[in-house]
């Protein structure tokens, strides 16, 4: 048996998903440190757990090595360490080094968390990204300003998830922004060149230095869109195909700039744009499964369970790669006002053949409070072999569903 210790900080739906996985896979033997006791474990989950060890801080690297140390007396020694939150890589690779357990390592860790850092080491490898800069000062920040012109990119330099990020569009902006929040040395920033051009994800598994499977999907609209106009509703879609000639481009880029931020094994979430020209540029990358459902839509697109098969890849560095059989995509619902959920609109007109085409959803209910995620107040997901057939339930959706706040 292998003993495998997932850190889990707080059991939500979508990380307790990817642990009840863990805990599934033949042959593995699962311990849980959270900060949750023992007795706020769902009962379905506890009872498949080999051990569970409760920490106060989980992003102090220290406890969690306590932690691992403990769980190991229990179990045997810790083989696997693994997590899905962003924050955790570089804590969980200090900790994988200083037990010596094999996984991604610290440098690495760093390179995908630290977005200046990963930034300069991209460019270094001739990857095509953002000019940016990390400003500790206003004068840095103007500085930079003044050398790229606007619009600029504003955001924290370990963020996740589009997080505090947004836009600088002149120099007024820029004066608000400096005036309300300016950097400091305790207070870093990242500046970057604003990207223009289609947005989307490539998530790619790599396995000893090698990409052997991988996915491409678009977001409609961008997410720092989203992100300042909190009322629009927005799409991720998948086509069935993606072996077409618009995708060389980020094919041809993406092997190099995971292997120059160090990775030979893992999955990996990167952003990346279509520039008017055609040409192609790295936004950033993550080393997790990716977020906004997106993790639930490759299984849908390709039948199987990337949860387990994620799981699977931490554990002992094998994956199958599956087959894509259908073009999938997501409509985030959105409120229109702010407050609570009053009503949804428009579910009930929809055609038959879009209701068909559901697979997931989990709708906004009223007296709900309004998110203020780009995630939103609902989703619904869509699938059929015909990308064309899905695109077109897609904007039926986006426009036809509008959720009422008051």
Not at 107 to 126: E, P, W
Request: with cysteine.
């Amino acid at each position: 048996m292998v003993a495998a210790v997932f850190v889990a900080p707080y059991l939500l739906d979508a990380t307790t998903r990817f642990v009840e996985a863990a805990a599934r896979l033949p042959g593995v033997e699962l311990a849980v440190v959270t900060c949750e006791p023992a007795e706020r474990i769902p009962p379905r989950l506890r009872r498949s757990l080999a051990a569970h060890w409760r920490i106060d801080d989980p992003l102090d690297a220290g406890q969690i090595a306590g932690a691992v140390q403990g769980l190991g007396a229990q179990v045997g020694p810790v083989q696997a360490l693994l997590a899905v939150l962003e924050q955790l890589q570089v804590p969980l690779a200090q900790v994988r080094e200083h037990l010596g357990i094999p996984g991604i390592d610290a440098a690495t860790a760093h390179n995908f968390r630290d977005k200046a850092q990963m930034k300069s080491v991209l460019r270094a490898a001739g990857v095509p990204c953002a000019r940016h800069r990390l400003a500790d000062s206003a004068e840095v920040a103007a500085g930079f300003a003044a050398e790229v012109g606007f619009p600029l990119v504003v955001k924290p330099p370990a963020g996740a998830g589009a997080k505090s990020t947004f836009r600088l569009d002149d120099a007024e902006d820029l004066r608000v922004w400096l005036s309300a929040a300016p950097p400091a040395p305790d207070r870093l920033a990242l500046l970057e060149e604003f990207l223009t051009g289609e947005e989307g994800s490539y998530d790619s598994v790599m396995t000893d230095g090698q990409i052997v499977w991988d996915s491409v999907s678009s977001y409609l609209p961008t997410p720092l869109e989203v992100l300042r106009n909190p009322w629009i509703q927005w799409i991720v879609q998948m086509p069935r195909d993606i072996g077409g000639p618009e995708y060389d481009g980020i094919r041809a880029i993406a092997p190099t700039a995971l292997r120059a931020l160090g990775l030979r094994t893992g999955l990996t979430h990167l952003e990346w744009f279509r520039r008017p020209d055609g040409s192609v540029a790295v936004s950033e990358v993550a080393v997790r499964p990716p977020g906004g459902q997106i993790t639930s839509m490759l299984c849908y697109a390709h039948d199987f369970d990337l949860y387990s098969a994620w799981a699977q890849l931490m554990v002992d560095g094998t994956f199958a790669p599956p087959e894509r059989n259908w073009a999938v995509g997501t409509v985030f619902l959105r409120g229109q006002g702010t407050g609570h959920v009053m009503a949804v609109h428009g579910l009930d007109e929809l055609a038959p053949e879009v209701s068909s085409l559901v697979v997931e959803s989990r709708l906004p209910e009223a007296g709900q409070q309004s998110s203020s995620s780009y995630e939103g107040d609902g989703y619904v997901i869509v699938r059929h072999r015909e990308t064309a057939v899905v695109a077109d339930a897609l904007r039926r959706l986006v426009t036809g569903v509008r959720v009422e706040l008051g």
